[in-house]
Nanobody
Framework: QVQLVESGGGLVQAGGSLRLSCVAS????????MYWYRQAPGKQRELVAG???????NYEDFSEGRFTISRDNIKNEVYLQMNSLKPDDTAVYYC???????????WGQGTQVTVSS
C-alpha cells in the first residue's frame, strides 16, 4: 500500500556531504513516523534518525550533530542531510515508514553510500 524510493547515495571522500531523499507513494495517509536506517556488510541494520508525523526528530549518538532528518508532508518526502562523513558511514541506507492502519512497516530498496578515506 506504501511504496518508498530512496535516492542520493554515491561515493564521497571523508569530510564530504550527501543528501538522501525518500519519496513515498500509495496510501500516504496511513504513514505515521518515518526513519532512516543503514546496514554495512557484516553488521546489523541500525537506526540512523527518525522523524514523527508532527516533525519531532531523534538521532543516534553517531548521527547527532552531523546528520539532519527533515520531512515534507506536502511532497510526501523525507530527507537525510549527511555532513562530515566518515568511512564508517559506508552502508546501504534505507527509508522506513510505519503505518498505523493497518500496523505495518514499509521499506525502500536502499541507496548505497560509500565514504573513502
Amino acid at each position: 500500500q506504501v511504496q518508498l524510493v530512496e535516492s542520493g547515495g554515491g561515493l564521497v571522500q571523508a569530510g564530504g556531504s550527501l543528501r538522501l531523499s525518500c519519496v513515498a507513494s500509495g496510501r500516504i495517509l496511513s504513514i505515521n513516523d518515518m526513519y532512516w536506517y543503514r546496514q554495512a556488510p557484516g553488521k546489523q541494520r541500525e537506526l540512523v534518525a527518525g522523524i514523527t508525523r508532527g516533525g519531532f526528530k531523534n538521532y543516534e549518538d553517531f548521527s547527532e550533530g552531523r546528520f539532519t532528518i527533515s520531512r515534507d508532508n506536502i511532497k510526501n518526502e523525507v530527507y537525510l542531510q549527511m555532513n562530515s562523513l566518515k568511512p564508517d558511514d559506508t552502508a546501504v541506507y534505507y527509508c522506513n515508514a510505519d503505518s498505523l492502519s493497518p500496523p505495518y512497516a514499509y521499506w525502500g530498496q536502499g541507496t548505497q553510500v560509500t565514504v573513502s578515506s
